[in-house]
């Protein structure tokens, strides 16, 4: 995860993209079409935007306020994928079950759509034509793919840039309710499938196509007779039926729990046809057999083991979330898991080259009920790389800024103090770390009882005075005439008076007595001269 240094994790940065070979566990699949691939339901909910922590998209248009500002720069695959203000897609959820079949495999997105097109925009023969004629909502839109408009240029591009580091293995795709009238619309989508393997050096037996229904009993079901007529024309081929969703009540477009299941649907057909069968969920479970212990110290290296699917509840049995699939660092340990773990310059290993987003689970059991305090060993070469820290998805912590340990180094270690008393229920639970800001690098995180506070003589005296507030006091000389009576906040402040004040003790020096008056009385010595 992050940076070790920002000149020599630059570096690092270069030379590993330059030399690395693309990683075959990187699978990444083209995705392409009109509006119901584009993703027509902008009221997802947090279930769709949660990320998971091995799917990826490569950015096919620029979206500076989603974080996305670079055309073919690879990011966390939440929607919208496509344009910046589309919905949730089929895609989207295509992406998640593919990754939860494969649990070894990091699976990559190229998503390329437009509403309301017709295959021709993506015949490179004929999208100029087609834009051409096409009514100005439609130019506009398909300039977000360039100022040509060339969507099937895009995707190319794109797809090359992310060959680098995966392997392309298959495309989906869903368009036709534009082309009801277009005799030859499967020539045409077959002739836009033999493009993109020529261009990429792909091979049909190896690329699998799967295409999706429209809407079921929606405004172009008379259509799904053409999607599978494509079996004809494309061999390695399957259908994602959208049988049981229809639309969201215009006739065209599918519900958000439509996408749910078409993009469900779309994996179930591709693991077909790759030949993997979906595996049964498992969850994750500690990296070293048995929960760490609170209190105690976290090791950051050891996050739990990753399971697989999705747990009873919902939420996906991943324990880790890197903004890709290659480990950075220099440290062998784990080396499968992509998380950028490297070694310090004290034997020890810690997390690097940290994005914001990023986040490592671990199963800890908290001994007893009660509070503790933390503290956490880090590094950072700026002053703004930042964490959080959760229990069972509740924050525990505010962002913990780091401080500065070294201009410009990330291997200067220092320990800081996170939070005092943490209120804890004891039990198992999940320890959550998340990088809120970048570059921040973590050795360990301890939890410890609080020290139990030993009260000075002067804190109890203070402490005792204060139950006497506003008693009455009388005074004595050493022949224990009484010189008169006053009032004080408790025996110190009586002491004080009396030493301080000639009229109490009549101008006298010498040594003097102190008694507060009442059925406990108590009395003091007082020195004010011997």
């Keep these: 995860m992050a940076v070790v240094g920002v000149a020599v994790g630059f570096s690092l940065f270069a030379i590993t993209d330059a030399n690395a070979a693309p990683d075959p566990n990187f699978h990444i699949y083209i995705a392409y079409g009109q509006s119901n691939m ?3 339901a902008t009221n997802f909910t947090d279930k769709d935007k949660k990320e998971h922590p091995r799917v990826k998209m490569f950015a096919t248009t620029s979206c500076p306020r989603l974080n996305r500002p670079t055309v073919g720069e690879m990011y966390p695959a939440v929607p919208p994928m496509f344009k910046c203000d589309q919905g949730l897609s089929p895609a ?5 079950n593919m990754a939860d079949s494969l649990p070894n495999v990091t699976i990559g997105i190229i998503p390329v759509a437009q509403g309301g097109t017709s295959i021709r925009l993506f015949d490179p023969d004929d999208y100029k034509n087609y834009i051409n004629s096409a009514a100005d909502w439609l130019k506009n839109g398909v300039k977000a793919y360039g100022n040509d408009g060339n969507a099937m240029g895009r995707i190319i591009e794109v797809a090359k840039k992310a060959q680098e580091k995966g392997v392309i293995k298959g495309i989906i795709f869903h368009q036709g309710e534009t082309d009801g009238g ?3 619309w499967e020539q045409i989508v077959k002739k836009t499938y033999e493009y993109m393997l020529k261009q990429l050096n792909l091979k ?3 690329t699998p196509f799967v295409a999706g229904e429209m809407v079921d009993g929606g405004s172009c079901a008379g259509f799904n007779s053409r999607v599978h007529n494509l079996s004809k024309y494309i061999v390695n081929f399957g259908v994602a039926s959208s049988k049981g969703y229809g639309s969201k009540g215009d006739g065209l477009h599918f519900t958000v729990e439509g996408y749910r299941g078409m993009g469900e649907r779309y994996a179930q057909q591709m693991l077909k046809l790759i030949n993997v069968e979906p595996v049964d969920p498992v969850p994750q479970e500690p990296f070293k057999g048995k929960a760490i212990e609170i209190p105690g110290k976290v090791e950051v290296e050891d996050f739990d083991k990753p399971g697989i699917g999705k747990s009873e509840d919902g939420t996906d049995n991943a324990s880790y979330s890197d903004a890709d699939s290659e480990n ?5 340990y784990r080396k499968d ?15 690097g080259y940290t994005q914001e987003g990023e986040w490592l689970e671990y199963t800890v059991e908290v001994k007893k009920d009660g509070d503790y305090d933390i503290t956490a060993n880090v590094a950072a070469g700026n002053s703004t790389s930042a964490f959080k820290l959760y ?8 962002a913990v800024t780091l401080p500065q340990t070294a201009d410009n180094k990330w291997d200067t270690y220092k320990t800081i103090d996170v939070k005092e008393k943490v209120a804890l229920k004891a039990g198992k639970h999940v320890l959550k770390l998340e990088i809120t800001s970048n570059y921040a690098n973590i050795d360990w995180i301890q939890f410890s009882e609080p020290k139990k506070d030993s009260i000075p003589d002067a804190i109890a005296d203070v402490r005792f005075d204060m139950t006497e507030a506003e008693s009455n006091f009388s005074a004595y000389n050493m022949q224990g005439q009484k010189l008169g009576t006053f009032t004080a906040k408790g025996m110190a402040h009586a002491m004080d008076l009396l030493k301080t004040d000639a009229k109490l003790r009549k101008q006298a020096q010498g040594v003097f007595f102190i008694r507060k008056n009442g059925s406990n009385s108590m ?3 007082v020195v004010v001269y011997e």
Excluded at 92 to 96: I, N, P, Q, S, T
Excluded at 328 to 332: A, I, Q
Excluded at 391 to 398: F, H
């Design 38 to 40: 584009e993703g027509n």
């Design 92 to 96: 989207d959820w295509f992406g998640r």
């Design 182 to 184: 277009m005799s030859n």
């Design 204 to 206: 049909a037996e190896e």
């Design 328 to 332: 950075k660092g220099d440290s062998d």
């Design 337 to 351: 898991t992509g998380v950028d773990l490297y070694k310090v310059s004290d034997g020890g290993i810690a997390i």
């Design 391 to 398: 229990i069972d998805e509740k924050s525990i912590t505010d």
């Design 523 to 525: 009395s003091k010595k």
